[in-house]
Each structure stands twice: as C-alpha cells, then as structure tokens.
C-alpha cells in the first residue's frame, strides 16, 4: 500500500498520525484484497479530522469502505465522513479519506 498524505492536511505530526493509522487499517483490511494488489491511498485534507475525532475506528471504517468499492463488495459499514464546507450534507457519504 502506497500512501500520499499532502501539506494541505496539516504539519508533519497531523501527517504522520494519518498515515499510521492508514497502515494499522490497511494491516487489519488487507486479507480482503486479492493477493499481488498494489492500492495508493490519497488523504484527503479532511483526514486529519476524521483521525482526530474517531481516530482508528473512523479511518478503518473509511479504509473498510474504500476497500469495498474496489473490490465491488459491499458491507455494513457506515461511513462517518467530517462535514466539509460546499458538500451536500443529504446525499449519501462517499468514502473519502
């Protein structure tokens, strides 16, 4: 798993905490995938919001939601995505990390 966390998310310590609970989510998904995939997983600004108020438990859920669409499984998982400025808040959440 390759993972891009940019400046725009926030200093090297807000950056560091969203990729290690992106590996520790991948770590406890990654049975899911068919053996040999490459996946690259691109956090978004609002990572940093989702892993400070659910921490492990919301950026696994996201990452589990993710991992869904690619594979075209589909789970119970409920997505708790931040309220962005400029999103529609009645249309279903897409997960976004």
Known sequence: ???????????SVQRNLVKRLLREAFTREQYRLPIGTDIVVIARPHAYALAERDGLAGVHTALS???DRATGTESQAVVATPNVPGSDAESPAEPRL
């Open 1 to 11: 798993m390759g993972v891009s966390v940019s400046r725009r998310v926030g200093g």
């Open 65 to 67: 939601a993710l991992i």
